[in-house]
């Protein structure tokens, strides 16, 4: 049986979609309501939940709860949710937190069969301090000092980071 990946709640990227389908991913976006009675009936369902979405997650993380482990659940969050995200999510057995912007690899990894529960994954430390930056940049409209400012450096610290890390920037 092919591996489900579905999305709850919002569009996956039309590239996303079709790599993964190459692959022999089947991808669906379903609504919550759909998405717990899936994953109970479906064992090689993987559900990717937004935490930044804007519909009350409260239903599903009940319905999560009653769930059996048979499916993989991960988690999208931006940064600023991140950690709100996980101690909200983490009596519902989410074996994954992918930190926003997720690429391809990291829907594959979870679309992988094992045999036993993957075990939780998180973004790395170097993963959320670029992602950090680049979110003080963006809210300085790219002002490297006034961003310095904010998270307490030195102008040319953070210039040094972001020579080392590009895509922040």
């Not at 479906?42 to 239903?59: F, G, I, N, W």
């Not at 904010?150 to 610290?157: E, I, K």
Request: a negative charge; hydrophobic letters at 45%.
């Amino acid at each position: 049986m092919a591996r489900q990946l579905l999305f709850v709640g919002i569009e996956p990227d039309p590239g996303w979609v079709s790599a993964l389908t190459r692959r022999g991913v089947q991808v669906e976006t379903v609504s919550f309501a759909e998405a717990a009675p899936r994953l109970a009936d479906e064992p090689e369902t993987c559900l990717v939940l937004d935490a930044d979405a804007a519909e009350s997650h409260a239903a599903l993380r009940a319905e999560l709860e009653r769930v059996t482990a048979s499916g993989t659940v991960a988690l999208l969050a931006s940064a600023p949710a991140l950690f709100s995200a996980m101690a909200d999510w983490k009596a519902c057995g989410v074996a994954h937190v992918l930190l926003k912007p997720v690429d391809l690899d990291e829907l594959l990894a979870i679309t992988e069969p094992a045999g036993a529960p993957p075990a939780p994954r998180l973004p790395s430390l170097e993963r959320l301090q670029r992602e950090y930056i680049r979110a003080v940049l963006d809210s300085c409209s790219g002002n490297v000092s006034e961003a310095a400012r904010q998270l307490g450096m030195y102008r040319q610290s953070l210039q040094r980071m972001l020579r080392r890390h590009p895509a922040a920037r």
